[in-house]
């Protein structure tokens, strides 16, 4: 019998929407002969949106995502500084609005280097490491405010939330992917001056370290960490963090293995009470857009840890295989579509 898997697809705003029409042409490719039949519904949603409607994220758009299974998401946002986009406030009201109140405590961001990707490294094959990332908590969650703005005693708060519920969570499922894998996790903080937050990360990974005794635990301060990231990157299996360092850390992780043009990310609700939402890290790349100049493999490898957390590991190790075998053979400049189309050939071969 066939499996209906229900996709909300938000292309967004810059090439979001090239992008993820390449990873949609490939997720169609590679689920073509399977039972799996995916029923996709488009939201316009974004920068785009937002200047013509005035809407960021109505309650009527979360109920409609809501009903599906999965999400994938290209990126939004306009080109920043647009005056107009002013009281947008895109990043908050679109994007952390989803991963919050889709509960995405899980934000899974995996590097790898491919034999031929560009970048500062060049010895690739034992790059390979995933960022377990806090998506809920931290100082992202707008727990804070601003007092005697714009006088010479102004004052501005934004307070980090730590709970040990939204750790352990988070630390557990960054456990059981270490044991899946080369079974060591490094937890990455700043406990010698975050005492209070970090205090309770440290622990809590001790804890939870006590069930795991086939995983080697360490610890990196965040610093030291971006240091290692750049010099020995092969050190890393799981890396688990909290959303702050795990925005930069990945970024900077992306950049060190191929560039951001090759960096996916699954925002996870492993308890599947929510849709999980697939998205490359990058942005909406404003300077690039319309161009057919964006790199679609983010996205398209987005595609590869959708199909995963679908429960469709061999649809998804083919994505990844195709990737890894057009990353290899590419030279010269490419449109967005020329990619989707040599890593579709790549499926089909
Ligand atoms: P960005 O990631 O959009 O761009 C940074 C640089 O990387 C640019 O030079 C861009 O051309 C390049 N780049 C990004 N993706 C690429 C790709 N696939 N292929 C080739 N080059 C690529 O970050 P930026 O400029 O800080 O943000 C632009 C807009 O995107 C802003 O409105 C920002 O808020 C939004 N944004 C949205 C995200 C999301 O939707 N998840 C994440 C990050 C930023
Ligand atoms: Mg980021």
Redesign the pocket.
């Given at each position: 019998m066939s499996r209906v898997v229900k996709l909300a697809v938000i292309p967004?705003d810059?090439?979001g929407p090239e992008?993820v029409t390449e990873a949609e042409k490939v997720l169609d490719a590679v689920t073509i002969h399977s039972d799996v039949t995916f029923e996709k519904k488009h939201f316009s949603l974004g920068a785009g949106r937002y200047l013509e409607t005035g809407d960021t994220l109505t309650d009527d758009d979360l109920a409609a995502i809501c009903a599906n299974d999965a999400i994938i998401?290209g990126?939004?946002?306009?080109?920043?500084g647009d005056p107009r986009l002013k009281d947008a406030n895109?990043?908050r009201g679109l994007?952390l609005k989803l991963r919050f109140t889709l509960d995405h405590y899980v934000n899974l961001r995996p590097s790898k280097l491919y034999a031929g990707a560009p970048g500062p490294l060049s010895a690739p094959g034992d790059v390979d490491f995933v960022v377990v990332r806090e998506g809920t908590e931290g100082p992202y969650v707008g727990n804070g405010g601003a007092i005697r703005v714009g006088t010479p005693h102004e004052v501005a708060n934004e307070t980090s939330v730590n709970t040990a519920y939204g750790i352990e969570r988070v630390v557990r499922y960054a456990f059981e992917l270490a044991g899946r894998r080369r079974q060591k996790l490094t937890l990455v903080h700043k406990t010698n001056v975050l005492v209070h937050s970090g205090g309770m990360w440290q622990r809590i990974v001790n804890e939870v370290a006590q069930e795991h005794p086939d995983v080697v635990v360490d610890y990196l301060h965040v610093d030291a960490a971006t240091i290692f990231l750049v010099t020995n990157p092969s050190r890393f299996d799981v890396i688990v963090t909290d959303n702050l360092f795990g925005d930069i850390l990945t970024d900077l992780a992306g950049a060190v293995t191929g560039g951001?043009?090759l960096a996916a990310s699954g925002n996870i609700n492993p308890d599947g009470t929510f849709p999980s939402m697939f998205?490359?890290v990058?942005?909406?790349?404003?300077?690039?857009a319309g161009q057919q100049?964006?790199?679609?493999t983010?996205a398209i490898l987005s595609i590869a840890l959708l199909l995963d957390h679908l429960g469709l590991p061999e649809e998804s190790i083919r994505v990844t295989r195709a990737v890894e075998a057009d990353i290899a053979a590419r030279d010269g400049s490419r449109t967005t579509s020329q990619t989707g189309d040599a890593i579709i050939a790549r499926l089909q071969a």
């Open positions: 967004g810059g090439i992008v998401l990126a939004v946002g306009g080109t920043p895109i990043e994007l951001i043009g998205e490359p990058h942005g909406s790349a404003p300077d690039i100049k964006a790199d679609p983010a």
